[in-house]
């Protein structure tokens, strides 16, 4: 888990740490993809400006043209684990 510093602008829960999808501890990037844990909305890191932290959008259709097959499958199968695994409350 990396500690981040983003809420998800969907369901707005704090999501304060993060996994990798390929158990790397390498801490999140711009245009790195994400999946919110409470709610399982595909989204993404990005920044305002170059000086400003990381924060969490979602995904639009423009990015998921970016994405190659195994990115998307990867994405939608996250997706999935996450809607029948939700978080304890
Ligand atoms: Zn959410």
New binding site residues.
């Given amino acids: 888990m990396i500690a981040t510093d983003s809420s998800?602008?969907?369901?707005?829960?704090n999501?304060d740490s993060a996994t990798n999808a390929d158990g790397s501890d390498h801490p999140p990037e711009e245009g790195d993809f994400s999946v919110?844990?409470?709610?399982?909305?595909p989204?993404r890191f990005h920044r305002k400006s170059p000086k400003d932290g990381l924060r969490l959008r979602l995904v639009s259709d423009a990015d998921m043209s970016d994405l190659d097959r195994e990115t998307k499958i990867a994405l939608a199968q996250a997706i999935t684990y996450l809607k029948a695994n939700p978080p304890p409350k």
Wanted: hydrophobic share 45%; with cysteine; aromatic share 8%.
């Fill in positions: 998800c602008p969907v369901c707005a829960n999501l919110c844990a409470y709610c399982a909305s989204l």
